[in-house]
């Protein structure tokens, strides 16, 4: 008989995968200020961030004191700062970083985060995928680099998406500018090769962290990891969109296979 939707919870398990399958959308739509209520249920549009705080706060940090920083992610860390940091994080406690924290001791600390991460933000199944794209060009490279970001898991996907929007714009900030006084603005000289070429390896990662040999790749996996990471820099805003063709696509079988979806939808909108 008909059954009436009116929460996720009220779904089966298999049907509220498919449900999952539709949580992606523009990333425009995804407010990470949103508050969440007690009762936690998995929302359509937009949908709960699922960023480490550990990684939007670092990100945040850099976006607000260091765009103009030259050399960040290459000029040396204090140690032991980031190491208090970190273990200050790892138990939990409320880290406020300001502008009393270096700029570099923050983007030590983003970087041993993404490279010690037990398995890589883009999972080790994925890694040859990812890197044969390498050897595309055109729409057809950013058409298979989407589909594969759409097989992420909800929290890697969303991590992703803030990473590559945090360093696309530290590359906006590479060259010096002009200030309205016509004085000059000092660029980080980070442009996306380089960001590519520091990130690269932590992001797209063949072995688990510690493992024998795991920071050690041939010549071609390193390029093809940093010309693949290129691209989803520049192009992460559309990379991360669904089209209204593809989710017109997903809709119809939904329709065909779980009417009891549609009718949740429905309600929602």
């Known amino acids: 008989g008909a059954m009436s939707v009116d929460s996720i919870t009220d779904l089966s398990d298999n049907t509220s995968k498919l449900l999952e399958a539709l949580q992606l959308s523009h990333p425009y739509e995804l407010d990470p200020r949103r508050s969440v209520g007690k009762k936690k249920m998995l929302s359509l549009n937009p949908i709960t961030w699922q960023v480490p705080r550990i990684v939007d706060r670092c990100c945040k940090h850099i976006e607000t004191h ?3 920083t030259v050399g960040i992610f ?7 700062r980031v190491q208090q940091l970190r273990e200050e994080f790892d138990r939990g406690l409320d880290v406020f970083l300001d502008e009393h924290q270096s700029v570099h001791d923050v983007a030590a600390l983003l970087k041993e985060f993404l490279r010690d991460m037990p398995d890589s933000l883009i999972p080790r199944e994925h890694y040859a995928a990812f890197l044969s794209t390498a050897s595309m ?11 594969l ?31 309205p ?12 090769s380089n960001l590519a070429t520091i990130f690269g390896p932590n992001i797209l990662r063949k072995e688990k962290a510690g493992e024998k040999d795991a920071g050690a790749m041939n010549f071609e996996d390193s390029t ?3 010309l693949v990471l290129q691209r989803l820099i520049e192009h992460y805003q559309t990379l991360f969109m669904v089209s209204p063709e593809m989710q017109h696509d997903v809709l119809r079988r939904l329709f065909q296979t779980d009417p009891d979806v549609i009718d949740y939808l429905l309600r929602r909108k």
């Open 137 to 147: 060009e055109g729409p057809g490279q950013l058409a298979t680099l989407q589909l």
């Open 74 to 80: 290459r000029v040396g860390s204090s140690k032991k």
């Open 224 to 226: 093809a990891i940093i």
């Open 66 to 68: 260091g765009l103009q």
């Open 149 to 179: 970001l759409f097989l992420l898991p909800p929290c890697h996907s969303d991590t992703l998406h803030r990473l590559l929007r945090f360093l696309s714009k530290v590359a906006r900030h590479a060259k010096s500018s002009w200030g």
């Open 181 to 192: 006084d016509g004085q000059e603005i000092p660029g980080n000289k980070m442009t996306v």
